[in-house]
């Protein structure tokens, strides 16, 4: 649903995370008066620590054919890169099943280009970003994906042409060759290939350059503003939390995970869970030169400064915010063969965040089902940063009547929501 008639002149956005700050900086841009509210510090929950990535061209869903046995083989073990932790509840479980039906070729596909869809642009919108101060320290350079052996590069590199890819001139990389394109690799990397155009950023930079955007554009920024409900009637929208009520024609609701418990206080369920990620930072010498991908390990190591970003695992469980240090020592198993001169004892910024996931992969951007004036901009599973710019383009877009009807449709919430009963 749009507003083309009566589009609303004020809004409130719960959550300032990465996706709830870009909202604001495109209904702003809009002529929208706009507040943000977040219970912690902008950028807490799944923003800061993640691997900076900006892919637009290698978009698609998790679910995909062969992802739930493959996950299945690796639960037993503690190194694994996923992990359930009992009881899982029936939450979870219902999320599992419904996640199981989309693993299909036909879903995949589908789920695929509608993400390209919604990202097409990407790079143009982080750019437009950068020319107004928001600039994440972005490296331009494409990545590195590395294996350990030929036949799974070849393997993986098919899987990227199905999906077009930019592949660098050379296809799979060997021996001195991979060595050349990246130094900081050891031995145990054997095979490799580079694709082309990819960014990576600091997400962290990204997130407080945004914010203070944000402040000197007139963006009312509330940090410590706990929400305890959302509030639709009479044609106005409250947003009660622990530092006062704010009142608004609309409200946009982009709280990640915590989004559920807040559409849960409208009667309605939305079908999200946390898929929680790990990080750390170590110093290498050298270090990366560009982000790199290493394949069987599910690791990303990603530049930051004079640091190495390492990034990785998939955690389910009741508890969003619980850090379990066995999940970073199973990203330190996975990537200790494969980076040199690493110094693994010396961990920094040790993360863990809450990944808002979808079965179908898929973000949920639109009116809650009977609550024209509450919007959802939530459930990006692992690709918040990088469709943070083209959500909140959709969303003003929405709001103004100016929206790509094919995307609004798509990715409208309406598909993951029931009613709740208490």
């Not at 469709?387 to 798509?410: E, F, I, K, N």
Request: with cysteine; glycine share 12%.
């Amino acid at each position: 649903m749009t507003f083309p008639d009566t589009p609303p002149a004020t809004v409130t956005i719960v959550g300032g995370g990465v996706v709830g700050l870009a909202c604001a900086h495109y209904l702003s841009g809009a002529g929208l008066r706009v507040t943000v509210v977040e219970r912690d510090r902008v950028g807490s929950g799944a923003s800061r620590g993640n691997a900076g990535e900006v892919c637009p061209d290698l978009v698609e869903p998790l679910a995909a054919p062969g992802v739930i046995g493959t996950a299945l083989r690796g639960l037993h073990r503690r190194d694994g890169a996923l992990a359930i932790h009992p009881p899982a509840g029936a939450e979870l479980l219902r999320f599992l099943v419904r996640f199981g039906t989309r693993a299909t070729s036909r879903h995949h596909a589908r789920g695929a280009a509608a993400l390209g869809a919604l990202a097409r642009g990407t790079f143009g919108l982080f750019e437009e970003l950068e020319a107004a101060g928001v600039d994440g320290a972005a490296h331009k350079d494409g990545f590195l994906f590395a294996f350990p052996s030929r036949e799974y590069a070849a393997e993986a590199l098919a899987a990227f042409r199905r999906l077009d890819a930019p592949i660098a001139p050379g296809g799979v990389l060997e021996g001195a060759r991979l060595a050349e394109a990246e130094p900081s690799l050891t031995e145990g990397a054997r095979a490799g290939f580079v694709v082309e155009r990819q960014w990576s950023l600091d997400p962290s930079l990204f997130v407080d350059r945004l914010a203070e955007r944000l402040r000197s554009d007139g963006v009312e920024l509330v940090e410590g503003a706990r929400v305890s409900s959302v509030v639709d009637r009479s044609g106005r929208t409250e947003v009660r939390t622990s530092a006062g009520t704010f009142r608004a024609d609309t409200v946009v609701i982009a709280a990640g995970i915590g989004s559920r418990e807040l559409v849960r206080g409208l009667g309605k369920d939305v079908d999200l869970v946390a898929g929680k990620g790990y990080s750390f930072s170590v110093a290498a010498e050298p270090p990366p030169s560009r982000l790199v991908h290493l394949g069987a390990a599910k690791v990303v190591l990603a530049p930051m400064g004079k640091r190495v970003r390492v990034a990785g695992t998939m955690e389910f469980e009741r508890d969003a915010d619980r850090f379990r240090q066995r999940r970073i020592e199973a990203i330190v198993a996975a990537a200790r063969p494969y980076l040199r001169h690493a110094d693994w004892d010396d961990r920094q910024e040790e993360w863990v965040g809450p990944r808002p996931m979808t079965p179908d992969g898929l973000p949920l951007i639109g009116p809650v089902p009977g609550h024209p004036r509450v919007l959802l901009a939530t459930g990006h599973n692992m690709l918040g940063l990088m469709l943070a710019p083209a959500t909140g383009r959709l969303v003003a877009g929405l709001l103004t009547g100016a929206a790509d009807p094919r995307l609004s449709s798509t990715f409208a919430p309406v598909r993951s929501i029931r009613r709740y009963s208490r």
